[in-house]
């Protein structure tokens, strides 16, 4: 099985950037097909971005589209999302997520393993 876990979270005002990271053990990190998503109080979760097996595809959220980049590191077994121009709305926990099979998706449902989250909080 694969064990998830993210890192990276904190404090940020608007206007800032953070870069978290998902550290994969178990399983073949290079094989399996990632997300990130983020969940606020009250709220459903929400797909955030997903990057393929190899790294060659990704696809962001419209609400973060030129503001965050997934990217990942296979020889690290690592999976970055590097947060740019950083909103209040953004403010939520976030989660790392591994398809056990399959390519990229934006559904949580498509996602076998996942992480503890790390909390974002951005000020205004």
């Known amino acids: 099985q694969v064990h998830l876990v993210e890192s990276g979270g904190g404090l940020v005002q608007a206007g800032g950037s953070l870069r978290l990271s998902c550290a994969a053990s178990g399983g073949t990190f290079s094989g399996n097909a990632m997300g990130w998503f983020r969940q606020a109080p009250g709220k459903e979760r929400e797909f955030v971005a997903t990057i393929s097996a190899s790294g060659s595809f990704t696809y962001c959220a419209d609400s973060v589209k030129g503001r965050f980049t997934i990217s990942r590191d296979n020889a690290k077994n690592t999976v970055y999302l590097q947060m740019n121009s950083l909103k209040p709305e953004d403010t939520a926990v976030y989660y790392c997520?591994?398809?056990?099979?399959?390519?990229?998706?934006?559904?949580?449902?498509?996602?076998?393993?996942w992480g503890q989250g790390t909390q974002v909080t951005v000020s205004s």
């Open positions: 997520a591994a398809r056990g099979k399959g390519g990229t998706s934006s559904w949580p449902v498509d996602y076998d393993y």
